[in-house]
């Protein structure tokens, strides 16, 4: 890890940026896929599936079949601990239904704010080096709570051209309906245009690597809606005397595993606990089973000494990460502070995998220093707002004066004629 002590304000701003992802090469392949998707729909997909990943699809659409013999293979260990997961998150997601907002602006002025839930949401739960279920949990419970009429989803599948059983079991579930077996930026491609077999989803949900990232991005500038533009996963720790060393090397080491390009950032107040904490990361490391990948990922990452807790808030909001681990005398007092954090985690026994797992907080959460003006999934992340008003006789007369002066001041005739058309001969009628 790169290590600065006391570092000075005018490079924070270098030490807290992430690397660059800005790939032409990518950029090009993605467009590349999004074309051919567009363009060919179900062909293209089983195409690129056979020239990028060597499969070849029967069927994109997982089966009846499929979803019963995955119900066979999960262990019924797993099962019970996805279930207290689900229980969790369904209950601090129900929480987060929206209510109707209703205000009398004046007198006949009556205005509304709805919350309507997307139709049809697209997940993306990505493949790679491990099954990802826990995602699953994490963006279906959500539409679900928020009332999405249809909930597909698209994940890649294994070369026997089988997804994982557990990822399926969650997915049935949670409530989604329909699974393809379709990774990459060509799932997004899938969903953002719509296929003979996979229909357009009205959003996009779920994170996934570059090139799912920069599909991601392309296709919201045609008019498709998606949740966020999601980086590598980052974590920064904040420590004192009070934290346990082991403890916090175990948490940086959490996220360094999930990728090479994770982001891990220790924040501590003196150099002797920043010394005891990467010892047990070096002891730690070298036990994981995934270990080359979290070696790379703490060599491409920072170690900080700041000694005055005042500077460690204002570093962490900065820094603005995607997970914040607050391990330090008055954890809450910190907390308060920090303006600029995805999820938070209080104290010495709130490890960051509670959050990515079984709490009850959703795990997709911002990155690349987006914090600092965005906030994770949620259930209203699975909704939209609609506005309504309605206005009497008597409250238009009231408003029209100031309607027409402010139309006609702006040079929209049209707009004050609307108002004064209704006005003539309404002196004296009331409702």
């Not at 999601?230 to 090397?249: F, R, T």
């Not at 036990?287 to 808030?313: C, F, Q, W, Y």
């Amino acid at each position: 890890m790169r290590k600065y002590i006391e570092p000075e304000r005018s490079i924070w701003s270098e030490i807290v940026a992430r690397p660059s992802s800005d790939r032409p090469e990518i950029q090009s392949r993605v467009r590349n896929i999004l074309s051919r998707v567009k363009n060919g729909g179900d062909k293209s997909l089983r195409s690129l599936a056979y020239e990028i990943d060597g499969i070849e699809l029967s069927s994109l659409e997982v089966s009846p079949g499929e979803f019963a013999e995955a119900d066979k293979l999960v262990p019924y260990s797993l099962k019970n601990a996805l279930k207290t997961a689900a229980s969790n998150i369904w209950k601090f997601h129900k929480e987060q239904m929206p209510g109707t907002l209703e205000v009398e602006t004046m007198p006949g002025v009556k205005c509304f704010r709805k919350a309507v839930p997307i139709n049809k949401a697209g997940l993306y739960i990505p493949g790679g080096t491990a099954p990802l279920f826990s995602t699953v949990l994490m963006l279906a419970i959500p539409a679900s709570i928020a009332g999405c009429r249809e909930i597909v989803m698209c994940t890649p599948c294994g070369k026997d051209g089988k997804v994982h059983p557990s990822v399926l079991y969650a997915a049935r579930m949670c409530g989604v309906g329909r699974v393809f077996k379709i990774g990459g930026a060509q799932a997004v491609g899938a969903m953002a245009y719509g296929t003979g077999t996979v229909p357009k989803a009205d959003k996009i949900f779920g994170p996934g690597n570059r090139y799912v990232a920069e599909a991601k991005r392309i296709v919201s500038g045609e008019g498709v809606a998606v949740d966020m533009f999601a980086g590598p996963s980052e974590v920064l720790v904040m420590a004192d005397n009070s934290s346990v060393p082991e403890y916090v090397a175990a948490d940086l080491l959490s996220q360094a595993e999930h990728g090479c390009d994770s982001q891990v950032c220790l924040l501590v107040d003196n150099e002797e606990l920043a010394e005891r904490i990467e010892a047990s990361l070096r002891a730690q490391l070298r036990l994981l089973p995934r270990k080359e990948t979290a070696d790379e990922a703490l060599n491409g990452s920072i170690s900080v000494v700041l000694h005055s807790r005042g500077e460690m808030v204002e570093f962490a909001n900065a820094y603005a990460p995607e997970h914040l681990i607050i391990s330090m005398v008055d954890p809450w007092g910190i907390a308060w502070k920090v303006n600029a954090a995805g999820s938070v985690f209080i104290g010495n026994y709130s490890p960051e995998s509670a959050g990515d797992y079984a709490s009850g907080t959703n795990h997709t959460l911002p990155t690349s220093g987006t914090a600092s003006a965005s906030g994770g999934i949620g259930v209203d992340s699975f909704t939209h707002y609609v506005t309504y008003q309605e206005i009497s006789r008597n409250g238009l007369a009231s408003l029209s004066d100031a309607i027409i002066e402010m139309a006609v001041a702006e040079g929209l005739d049209a707009h004050a004629n609307a108002v004064a058309i209704r006005m003539e001969g309404l002196s004296d009628k009331t409702d």
